[in-house]
Structures are given as C-alpha cells and as structure tokens.
C-alpha cells in the first residue's frame, strides 16, 4: 500500500472552477496526508472505508467533466492522483505519464507525476522530474517541492543533497513538522547531532504527538 494511501484523511473539495486552487489542492492534499502520518493509524484505518467511498466518488465524477471538457488538464490531473489513491496506482502514473509526455513543460503535470512516482519508490525517476521543475518553475510551490525532492534524496541516501532540500523547505515554510523531522534525520546521518536534534525537537514543538520525533530525540540523547 503506498504511503499516500495508508496515511490520508484528507481530501481535495475546493472549487474546482479555479486553476490556481487545484494545483494548490494537490498540495495541501499531499502535505496533511504527510502530517497525518505521525498522529497514529486507529483513526486513519476508522476513515478508510469513508476514503475509498470519496476517491471511487471523485474518480467518477472527474471522468464525467472530462467527457464533456477533454482538454482540462487540471481534472485530468486530479482524476491520475485520485486514480492512483483509490488503489489503481498503475492507471493513475500511466495518465499522469501520458499528460506530461504530451505538455512536458506543464510544471503541475511535473508536480503531480513527480509527487506520485516519488510515493511509489521512483525515487531517481521523480527526483528528475523534481528538479526540472525547480528550475524551470523556481517560483512553483517551492516550499512543497524542496520537501519532496528532501524525501527523495533521503532514499537515495545522498544527505546532503536532502540536508540542502529540506533546509530549504523549511526556510520557505516552517510550519509542517514532517518537514523538520525529516530534516533531522538527514542530519543525523551526516552526523550533526546538535542540529539533527534542533530539527527533531522543532518537529515536536509543531506536533506534540509525534512518536517518530520522540524517539529519535531519545535515540540521539541516551
């Protein structure tokens, strides 16, 4: 099950008639989704049944509107992610695939296929299409975009290069804990004890219930 999926209790319900506001969707989407992680997963499996219901809901209705507007990349967008959450993962990559193939400079197109590759272990292969993006689109959601392509080289254990994302990140937005948690473990693998812990007890600070900061704090402190 990806980490998306196994973690979501949020979902897109903006207004759709507005393209600013549905890339933004996507983001706010995928940065509570990543929040959510660390609050504990009883609640989150008492929602699932209500988040299979919404993305099979939501998967319908995008198809519909596309049927009658073919060209609204956006819908076509949303419909790759909601297809990929509710489980048809292979379908939702391939479509998001095929819209960046045919409009490779579309940075939500970029955003959305890196977003998803990234949260199934394509890490090479999104963090390619991460970094097309931040330089061609510097101004594109930065924050969320750093913190991504941080998560990405974190798996490919390249820590500085997840060290200078992340930092990034949290200098452009330090309000997701998950941003600061990452960015101390980052840290602790380049053994900067001192600033891994900065990062661990400001992720603490933002998230009192967060058990993965607890630890890592009592691992780097006994």
Known sequence: MSRLREVLDAKITVNLDAEIDR???LISLVLITLLIFF??????RYLSGAQDSYY??????????LRFHPDDRISALELALNLYLSG??????????????EQPDDPNAMFYLGVMLSDKGAYAESTKLLEKLSHKFSGFEPARVNY???INYLQLKNYKAAERRLQKSVSIDGSYPVAYYNLGLA?????????????????LKLNGNYPEAKEAIGRLTN
């Open 23 to 25: 890339h933004k969707a």
């Open 148 to 150: 991504f392509l941080g």
């Open 56 to 65: 099979k809901e939501r998967v319908e209705e995008l198809r519909s509107k």
């Open 39 to 44: 609050a504990g997963y009883g609640f989150l």
């Open 187 to 203: 840290r602790e693998k380049l053994g900067k004890v001192q600033q891994a812990l900065d990062a661990y007890h400001k992720a």
């Open 88 to 101: 048809n993962e292979g379908k939702g990559i391939n479509l998001a695939q095929k819209i960046y193939k």
